[in-house]
């Protein structure tokens, strides 16, 4: 079931200026915005109750009071001043929104990818990066063939040597990025799978993609995260798991953490 703050996220790139900061309200206050009126709102987001009204036609609510509801059913009101109990609520909200983000059928395909690859490049660039170094250290130690590319340049050098049978996985929380774009559109022209991990929807980089598994919006986690958030995390975690299932990769992973103890415990 798509949640209406999972199908404002997908729809955000394709939403005007206007819209755009009705999104970002709804996204970062969906307890408040539940509770207000809609003159208020468009006080709020400097948009026309017009506006508000067209805008609930294009996330499949009939009117701004089935929005409201929505809203309301969804979110949770975050009513204390501590700090480490304003966090765990954030945690909270976000693992509930994050269970609901990528479906199964788009989990199920980039697995069989995964499985089938010769080579896995992963890019990530900026804070994207972290995330592309976490799963390429996980993928490593279960046996798979696979590099992390942070650096542009040699993003495009990698591209340019793909081949069929080569996987590329892509993290990009905007899709929009244009060193990365160039380098994965030239990766898919010789013939790369493109699994793209993203906060947004119908961008460049999605339509380039064979799966996409969604992460949060920045609005969603208050910009407090950094590219290696609790969404990214959580994938990274659930293709890990996957994989640890099959005996033979849990054998291959014991040995490296089996390694790397060792190599730390060696005196010289």
């Not at 954030?90 to 697995?111: C, V």
């Not at 490296?256 to 730390?264: D, F, L």
Request: aromatic residues 8%.
């Amino acid at each position: 079931m798509v949640t209406l703050l999972k199908e404002i996220q997908t729809r955000y790139s394709s939403f005007s200026d206007k819209e755009r900061n009705l999104a970002d309200y709804l996204l970062s206050m969906p307890i408040e915005a539940s509770k207000s009126n809609i003159k208020d709102i468009a006080v709020k987001t400097d948009v026309s109750v017009a506006t508000i009204t067209r805008f609930c036609k294009k996330v499949s609510c009939r009117n701004f009071v089935e929005m409201k509801m929505k809203l309301a059913r969804e979110a949770h009101q975050e009513n204390s001043d501590s700090v480490d109990h304003y966090l765990k609520l954030q945690y909270e909200e976000m693992l509930h929104d994050i269970q609901g983000l990528s479906g199964k059928e788009s989990l199920k395909k980039a697995l069989q990818l995964l499985q089938g690859a010769k080579n896995i490049y992963i890019y990530g660039l900026g804070s994207s990066g972290l995330a592309a170094q976490e799963l390429n250290y996980r993928l490593s130690r279960m046996g798979f063939a696979s590099e992390a590319v942070t650096d542009p340049h040699l993003m495009i050098i990698r591209s340019a040597l793909f081949r069929d049978g080569d996987l590329l996985l892509a993290f990009s929380r905007s899709g929009q990025t244009k060193d990365l774009l160039k380098s994965v559109s030239k990766a898919k022209s010789n013939g790369a799978k493109l699994v793209s991990f993203t906060a947004f929807g119908d961008t460049p980089l999605t339509n380039l993609s064979d799966a996409v598994l969604w992460t949060l919006h920045p609005v969603r986690t208050g910009y407090i995260s950094t590219g290696l958030d609790l969404s990214a995390l959580y994938l990274i975690d659930l293709i890990s798991l996957f994989f640890l299932e099959d005996r033979e990769r849990l054998k291959i992973y014991q040995e490296t953490v089996s390694a790397i103890s060792s190599e730390a415990h060696i005196k010289e």
